[in-house]
């Protein structure tokens, strides 16, 4: 029964029209109200608790990092080697794309951020080049959402934070997923632009290629830093965070010189913005996690899903179906915040490694922000465009499919995810 009061508390207010951290609040008041022991300061005690987490700090100084980077001109370098190595080949600028995506992953973990930057930059230029701007939309959303399972990943962190898992060991295992899905969409397009009419970019001289690679060093640095940190224990997440933060802010203002003293005050805010709308939705989402807790729900779900749990990989096909019926109407951090503790109980009763679980959860997530109808990174480029939705979704397909054939594949062989993991715990 509280299964029930769960589910239809929380899609109700959803369908509504509520915001989802309020939807999630209440959901918490709910479950209370169904166990018959309401109590206002339990409510105000879990949301602090949620807000007061030392590993959550992570998550504005990565947005930060990610707002200086964009307005500090490290995206834009990071763009102007990927051009400058592989432009001038058949489809060059979709090469760029999904270069451009990798590199930026691994310095800013947010796909909204990395796929803003790479739309204002790109379209444009494939527009003027003759590429179908569907296509090409489909093309940078789908390399945008890289970014939440490279490592920097706040997606990572808000689940280690909410599942108690190791997000040192998640952004390990997030690698070789992460390098699997830009190589998925390599393959694909050059299948894609096989039937494209394009202009080629001029051929970079190695003397272009040198003075692209020398000012694109300092951005290449960062992703270094941070994984030789974490894997050499120098550094915790929420110290790296710091690090990237610090460092793009030098690079910012003292080597690039894109951004001046002036311009970081607007730039502290939008962060602010961005880290308030996401530390709410922590805070919320702990009311309704601990009331999950005390109602038993992952026992409940153990039960339900009992046949399976001595089937790992077909509990795995069965909580990836889930995940994606989850993502057609809830953004990424709302259902890491909801199902991360319920069915991870219900993983590691079946055995399943949580790390493996962790980024596999996360990447299936992803997906949801790429297909309607919610489907936020995509509506980012749609903006950008300024092209429909539909259209852009006639665009996307190629690519969601090359991205679930590969969740097939880790599912079969969890060893890809596993292998590195146990590399970094050695």
């Known amino acids: 029964m509280a299964l029930a009061v769960f589910l239809s508390s929380l899609f109700g207010l959803m369908l509504l029209g509520m915001p989802i951290a309020f939807a999630l609040m209440l959901t918490g008041v709910a479950l209370m109200v169904h166990l018959d022991f309401f109590d206002a300061q339990l409510v105000a005690q879990n949301m602090l608790s949620g807000a007061d987490n030392y590993p959550l700090m992570a998550v504005p100084f ?33 090469y760029v794309t999904i270069g451009a995506s990798v590199m930026l992953a691994s310095l800013s973990g947010s796909a909204i951020a990395d796929t803003a ?25 789908s390399g945008g959402i ?3 399972i490279i490592p920097p990943s706040m997606p990572f962190i808000i689940f280690g934070v909410t599942t108690n898992t190791s997000i040192s060991g998640l952004f390990m295992a997030g690698i070789v997923p992460g390098l699997l899905m830009g190589a998925g969409l390599v393959i694909t397009w050059m299948f894609v632009v096989r039937g494209m009419t394009v202009k080629l970019q001029p051929k970079a001289s190695w003397g272009e290629r040198r003075t692209a690679l020398v000012e694109g060093v300092w951005a290449l640095a960062l992703p270094v830093i941070i994984i030789g ?30 951004v001046t003293l002036k311009d970081l005050v607007p730039l502290l805010v939008q962060a ?18 601990y009331m999950v807790t005390l109602a038993d729900l992952p026992q409940q779900m153990n039960e339900m899903l009992a046949p399976l749990l001595h089937e790992p990989k077909l509990l795995m096909v069965a909580i990836t ?35 493996y679980f962790g980024v596999m959860f996360v990447l299936t997530g992803t997906l949801g922000l790429i297909h309607p109808p919610v489907c936020t990174v995509l509506n980012v480029v749609c903006g950008v465009a300024r092209i429909s939705l539909e259209s852009a979704t006639r665009g996307i397909w190629p690519f969601l499919f090359t991205y679930l054939i590969l969740l097939c594949l880790l599912i079969a062989v969890p060893e890809i995810v596993t292998a590195p993991l146990t590399l970094f715990r050695h």
């Open 146 to 148: 890289i970014a939440p």
């Open 117 to 141: 930057a790479l739309a204002t930059l790109l379209i444009p230029m494939m527009r003027d080049n003759g590429y179908p701007v569907p296509r090409s939309a489909g093309l940078i959303a």
């Open 229 to 258: 940190g974490l894997r050499g224990g120098i550094f915790t997440p929420t110290e790296a965070a710091v690090v990237a933060a610090v460092y793009s802010l030098v690079v910012a203002l003292f080597v690039y010189r894109q």
């Open 321 to 355: 179906l889930l995940l994606l019926a989850v993502g057609t109407v809830m953004d990424l951090t709302p259902t890491i915040l909801v199902l991360g503790p319920v069915l991870t109980p219900l993983a590691a009763a079946a055995g399943i490694d949580p790390t």
């Open 62 to 94: 990565f947005i930060l990092a990610g707002e200086l980077m964009n307005a500090g001109g490290i995206s834009q370098r990071i763009i102007n080697l990927a051009v400058s190595l592989v432009g001038h080949i058949r489809g060059g600028l979709g």
């Open 272 to 289: 602010a913005r961005t880290t308030s709308t996401v530390m709410f939705l922590c805070a919320a989402a702990l009311v309704s996690s």
